[in-house]
């Protein structure tokens, strides 16, 4: 099947990988230190990033 | 989804959101400094250096004895040990029950006893800020108050991602288009802030709400934990000569060999009943670290009592408190910690200015619906 054919993504399937996201960054940390530390840091920078990438890519 | 349903969803977003925004925004305001209380609370403390390996710690009940004498007549409340540094802090009060506001605490050297300057902390623009996150300076009342406020933004935030669905139901996730009309470019803002902040602000404002609880949970704790074994002392008055405090913590460390005593708690004080040193003990991984295990040290006789498990709920409470404070991931999460609150603020100023600008329930869901069909809210 194309992809043009294909059925619209639903609009709450960002907020799902973001919010279970979000989760394992929370829970990572809480694990352990040293990878799990780095883990949560990367996650959240990308929540961070995601919201600055919304910004430069506004459209006027 | 039928414009019933979106009816009773908006009025859903709109209250709660309404409601709490502007506790919510105290919150995060007092909320971004308290992220960085331990790094500000150090500034004010000298740098004491790491003690060589072998050097032996000092005796603790010197310890105990050094503080008092700063503060006479005040009897010993807590006694606990920084993670990070040799030092010893030493809890005082006029009484065994003395309120946190009331407490007057000594900071001294873990191995020369040199008793060190450090703020009070019950004192000072920190301690404002705490007492203004946490309860508004109205005690057990306040705090419940804020917890209900948190709550309300857990459904404000639910509802609010039921209505993003129609909103970005043409659009890609992200879309922010600031060309068009200034209420469009909040919305849109609102919009994607508010999904990208939607995981972490939830478990931080539920995480919230249960902190707010703890008073009465630990309550509840003594009661029926505590309690079991304060029953066998029952009728005897509190003991007014305690036996040694390092037997004690020496005793708790060689029932529980694989952890640290993260504090002390003496008789009255209400963590372990008024016959009791309990010595709460931690684990040494990031996980085990917050879920102490009390030891209770009879304070009379010295011989060890119980080590109780925590009950469930007390477990949850404390697991509640680091996903609250975001201290437990160095100080890069902490960064990251505030950098979230500062997004859930521009979520708040978004929606107030939206309320700001609203119309009739009835344009704004007619403006979902439009949303949902062609893509374009106006």
């Given at each position: 099947m194309s992809r043009s054919s294909a059925a619209p993504r639903s609009p709450f399937v960002a907020p799902a990988w973001i919010a279970a996201a979000s989760l394992l960054g929370l829970v990572s940390a809480l694990l352990g230190d040293g990878i799990f530390d780095v883990v949560s840091w990367l996650i959240f920078t990308g929540l961070v990033a995601l919201a600055v990438r919304a910004w430069v890519k506004r459209t006027r | 989804m039928q414009r019933s349903t979106l009816n009773a969803w908006f009025l859903m977003h709109k209250w709660t959101s309404l409601v709490c925004t502007v506790f919510l925004l105290l919150l995060c305001l007092t909320g971004l400094p308290l992220v960085f209380g331990e790094e500000i609370a150090h500034l004010a403390e000298p740098h004491v250096d790491a003690p060589a390996t072998d050097a032996a710690a000092r005796d603790l009940d010197t310890q105990v004895r050094t503080a008092l004498a700063q503060y006479p007549g005040n009897v010993p409340l807590f006694v606990g040990w920084d993670p990070d540094a040799p030092t010893v802090y030493v809890n005082t009060g006029a009484r065994a029950d003395t309120p946190p506001p009331q407490m007057q605490t000594a900071l001294l050297h873990?191995?020369?006893?040199e008793v060190l300057p450090a703020a009070q902390f019950n004192e000072g623009v920190m301690y404002f800020l705490y007492r203004l996150h946490t309860d508004l300076f109205l005690g057990l009342p306040g705090m419940l108050f804020m917890g209900v406020m948190g709550l309300l933004f857990a459904v404000a935030i639910i509802s609010g991602l039921v209505l993003y669905g129609p909103f970005m139901r043409k659009q890609p996730f992200g879309t922010l288009r600031t060309g068009r009309s200034r209420r469009l470019a909040w919305l849109d803002l609102h919009n994607v802030l508010g999904v990208v902040t939607l995981g972490w602000a939830l478990v931080v404002g539920i995480t919230g709400a249960i902190n707010t609880v703890a008073k009465p949970l630990e309550q509840a704790w003594q009661g029926e934990q505590l309690g079991e074994f304060a029953a066998r002392y029952a009728g005897q008055p509190r003991p007014t000569t305690l036996a040694s405090l390092q037997a004690a913590v020496d005793t708790a460390r060689a029932a529980e060999p694989g952890m640290r005593p993260a504090f002390v708690s003496f008789p009255g004080t209400g963590y372990s009943g008024n016959h009791h040193y309990g010595v709460f003990m931690q684990g040494n991984s990031a996980l085990t670290e917050r879920l102490y295990r009390p030891v209770l040290i009879d304070?009379?006789?010295?011989a060890l009592t119980a080590q109780p498990q925590l009950p469930l709920y007390m477990s949850v409470l404390l697991l509640s408190q680091p996903l609250h404070f975001g201290d437990y991931g160095k100080l890069p999460l902490k960064v990251l910690w505030a950098l979230l609150d500062l997004l859930t603020i521009g979520v708040l100023i978004s929606g107030l200015y939206l309320w700001f600008k609203r119309g009739s329930t009835a344009q704004r869901v007619t403006e979902l619906e439009r949303a949902a069909r062609t893509g374009a809210p106006e």
């Open positions: - | 873990a191995i020369s006893g304070a009379q006789t010295g």
